[in-house]
């Protein structure tokens, strides 16, 4: 099996309003590979945003949306991993979110 790098595990934040309310509480939501395990995602994280310490990681799969395009029947967008990263209580805040809250 190949060899992925930390960021084909993460593949982008992802920014609402409900994940944003969370970022009080030190819990932040990625877009993930959707075979990338729950280890995997925890050191990716922690590579990628230095001095953060992971304490839990939340993991989830997207269901596929129903969708249809003019006169053609009905089809489905791709299904997608969601992972919510908790960080512990003296871990460092991850800057990116920030300026967004």
Known sequence: MKARSVYDVIRSPIVTERSMQDVNDKKYV??????ANKFEIKAAVEKIFPGTKVDK?????VPGKKKRSGRYPAGYTGEWKK???????????IEFFEGMV
């Open 57 to 61: 990681v939340n993991t989830m799969i």
């Open 30 to 35: 990625f877009k993930v590979d959707r075979h």
């Open 83 to 93: 992972a919510i990263v908790k960080l512990t209580k003296s871990s460092k805040t």
